[in-house]
Nanobody, 116 residues
């Protein structure tokens, strides 16, 4: 059974850093495209970042490019999202996703709040 469990979200001050984790079970992250999405209150779920399974290429939305870094630990079967220089507009529930041709497996989300 495929399962994705996010963790690491919390309240952080503007300019701070966080690392989100996505622990996968039931499949191997190195064989799936892995991604992070986020949804702010009253808004649609938006793409944040992804990493391709075959060549490790990474992609970022314009709003997080240069501040966030996605990575993958195959030994731990876990994907990470390192977030730096956090802004209040980064406040959202962050979701981990996995898939082969599209993202069709989702975690339950972890709340990130950026506020002073």
């Amino acid at each position: 059974q495929v399962q994705l469990v996010e963790s690491g979200g919390r309240l952080v001050q503007p300019g701070g850093s966080l690392r989100l984790s996505c622990a996968a079970s039931g499949f191997t992250v190195s064989r799936y495209h892995m991604g992070w999405f986020r949804q702010a209150p009253g808004k649609e779920r938006d793409f944040v970042s992804s990493i391709r399974w075959n060549d490790g290429s990474t992609y970022y939305s314009n709003s997080v490019e240069g501040r966030f870094t996605i990575s993958r630990d195959n030994a731990k079967n876990t994907v990470y999202l390192e977030m730096n220089s956090l802004k209040p507009e980064d406040t959202a529930v962050y979701y981990c996703a996995a898939g082969r041709n599209e993202f069709n497996y989702w975690g339950q989300g972890t709340q990130v709040t950026v506020s002073s």
